[in-house]
């Protein structure tokens, strides 16, 4: 596609139940990442994917979340057992090979844990 | 580990003065540094970046930033400041050669008035 594609858009889940958020990057890029976004603040890096390396998790709140990415494309935030302070946009990007590209955004998922 | 510090949650401007967003950053080597902006209810666009020579580097609708590495910032400008750019600013670092791993600060919300 032209751009980062995140599905869904929204999404509202009972407290306790797991959940999945897709990101579908920009065809051949090779770096994607994962960022939180609550109530307009700051983003609070989560995950980053580089090629085939092993990904950064240095950022992942707890174990309750977790994140793939299949084939070097489409990735998948999964977060186990949601709490209500998981409640937050969450926000994908990717970023071409090479060093100094920048990120592209997708318009995010707004999860609402209740 | 990497950091970004905008000191300022929130700029006020009236419109026409020239506008300035601060940005300070911690990183081992040569970094990478980006301005990113977030209008109300839209994803995070990039502004501009810096990767290497002229200090002073110009990007979209008239914004510009200038690198200075013994201070270790890169403030975001713009001569004169229009209602249509307020919303929420980030400043981001990638550690330059060692890496691509985004970081942003906390943001800056800009707010012009008429």
């Known amino acids: 596609g032209a751009g980062v594609s995140q599905s869904p858009s929204n999404k509202v889940t009972e407290k306790g139940k797991d959940v999945e958020l897709r990101c579908d990057p920009i065809s051949g890029h090779t770096a994607l990442y994962w960022y939180r976004q609550s109530l307009g603040q700051g983003l609070e890096f989560l995950i980053y994917?580089?090629?085939?390396?092993?990904?950064?998790k240095s950022g992942l709140p707890s174990d309750r979340f977790s994140a793939e990415r299949t084939g070097g494309s489409v990735s998948t935030l999964t977060i186990q057992r949601t709490q209500q302070e998981d409640s937050a946009v969450y926000l994908c990007a990717s970023s071409p090979a090479g060093w100094g590209t920048e990120a592209f955004f997708g318009q995010g998922t707004r999860l609402t844990v209740v | 580990a990497q950091s970004v510090a905008q000191p300022e949650d929130q700029v006020n401007v009236a419109e026409g003065n020239p506008l300035t967003v601060k940005c300070t950053y911690s990183?081992?080597?040569?970094?990478?540094l980006f301005w990113y902006v977030q209008y109300p209810n839209r994803g995070l666009q990039f502004l501009l970046k810096?990767?290497?020579?002229?200090?002073l580097v110009k990007g979209s609708y008239g914004f510009e930033a200038e690198f200075n590495k013994s201070q270790t910032s890169f403030h975001l400008k713009k001569p004169s400041a229009l209602v249509s750019d307020s919303a929420l600013y980030f400043c981001a670092v990638t550690p330059g050669a060692a890496g691509n791993k985004l970081t942003f600060g906390g943001g800056t919300r800009v707010l012009v008035k008429p």
């Open positions: 810096y990767i290497t020579g002229d200090n």
């Open positions: 990183v081992s080597g040569n970094p990478y």
């Open positions: 994917f580089q090629g085939n390396s092993a990904p950064d």
